[in-house]
């Protein structure tokens, strides 16, 4: 028998389809369906709005509305989808983030506004890395101790707020809340084409190596490219937004861009994927597992300091119910409850699929009961189909290896 080696074109041809099978897999819709569901509802919603006579729904006003009602929910998001990533969730974000708003409340008139706002997060850092000690040191599972914070950190807000509303007189948190920043024209139509330039150093990087670039960040960057530039041109008061708007871009593109392409993001997703191999592999797994719980906990304080000085007042009550929201938009954006596998793009896209659908609602004076049976729908359908997608994946899996293990027992035989 004559061994051929493969030539060059042979290796071009065969990393070209691999990229090709690559760029399919990224396109399938349960891999990019949160983009496929948003898509398909703004169209439904710009339609119906248009026939039942209501104001254009992608105007700049509505989108900014939206904009600023789910920028704290996005940015809680992002840092859910760390933990999930790491393998663990924190059903307590919630109750963190009332504490914080009413710590920062109740202090802010006699210790001023720094004091008490660095106060609010430590609050939640405490609670963040009390989750980790439990969970990790103790080893009590990770749903029964975020249900315990939950309820426990919900009776703090309490006791702290006595059962009653607290109102600060200072407003300083209501300046920062309510502070609008405007990106220049330029400084976005500059950034659209700064992606654009990055998807083609890609291009011809991989043209270089004889491979196609067709990956989904390739792809994401090219959108985004072109999604700034439009809104730059078109739309440019979409680029005067307040800050929690601005915070939840910055958290989302650091925590994507950390998560892609830095050591500690790569060391995460191996130990949420398969921690006795990280752990085997050098990478600190305690470190790993606890630090998520930290940073959702400070994540979560910023979030009640938002809502603190968007309201200047706070309830014992306040913010309930948000833990399920961000979830479930971790979820819509395809993150796994087990670990190793999510994208915090993703996590923020399903964000938006939850508010644009209420507010779409809104806007139809639908009821609020209509509103949850097709968010609970919603996410329903979007579990079935990453669960149906990843059991394929797995069989697609096996089936491709089988025909190796034949022809490798073939040659072992003879």
Not at 20 to 27: C, E, I, P
């Amino acid at each position: 028998m004559i061994n051929q080696k493969p030539g060059h074109d042979d290796v071009a041809v065969l990393s070209i389809a691999s990229r090709l099978r690559s760029a399919a897999t990224s396109l399938r819709p349960q891999r990019a369906g949160v983009v496929y569901a948003l898509t398909l509802l703004v169209v439904i919603l710009v339609i119906t709005t248009a026939v039942v006579g209501q104001p254009a729904y992608l105007s700049s006003t509505n989108i900014s509305n939206i904009l600023g009602q789910l920028a704290p929910d996005a940015i809680l998001a992002v840092f859910m989808t760390v933990v999930l990533i790491s393998g663990n969730f924190d059903l307590s974000v919630a109750s963190v983030a009332a504490l914080a708003a009413a710590t920062a409340l109740e202090t802010i008139d006699t210790l001023g506004p720094v004091p008490a706002i660095l106060l609010a997060l430590a609050v939640g850092a405490v609670v963040g890395f009390a989750n980790a000690i439990l969970v990790q040191k103790v080893g009590v599972n990770a749903f029964i101790v975020t249900l315990g914070a939950m309820t426990a950190v919900r009776g703090v807000v309490l006791i702290v707020l006595n059962g009653e509303s607290v109102t600060a007189k200072s407003r300083s948190l209501v300046n920062i809340d309510s502070l609008v920043l405007s990106v220049p024209f330029w400084v976005g139509a500059l950034a659209g084409i700064g992606l654009l330039a990055l998807a083609f150093v890609r291009f011809r990087q991989a043209r270089r190596a004889s491979a196609l670039p067709l990956d989904g960040f390739f792809v994401a960057l090219i959108i985004a490219g072109v999604l700034v530039l439009v809104v730059s041109f078109v739309a440019p008061e979409l680029l005067t937004q307040p800050l929690p708007v601005w915070l939840m871009v910055f958290v989302t593109l650091a925590a994507s861009l950390g998560l892609r392409f830095l050591v500690p993001g790569r060391k995460l997703y191996a130990v949420g994927s398969n921690p006795e191999a990280a752990r085997l592999s050098g990478i600190n797994v305690n470190l790993y597992k606890m630090a998520p719980f930290v940073l959702s906990g400070i994540a979560a304080a910023a979030v009640g300091l938002i809502y603190a000085g968007r309201f200047n007042s706070v309830d014992p009550n306040a913010l309930t119910g948000t833990e399920l929201t961000v979830i479930a938009a971790a979820i819509l954006g395809g993150t796994s409850l087990f670990g190793g596998a999510g994208y915090v793009g993703k996590s923020v896209l399903g964000t938006v699929v939850l508010f644009t659908l209420s507010n779409g609602f809104n806007m139809l004076n639908l009821g609020s009961n209509y509103q949850y049976v097709v968010q609970g729908v919603v996410l329903i359908a979007a579990s079935a189909v990453y669960t149906v997608a990843s059991r394929s994946r797995r069989r697609q899996k096996v089936a491709d290896l089988a025909p190796a293990t034949v022809v490798t027992s073939a040659k072992e035989t003879e």
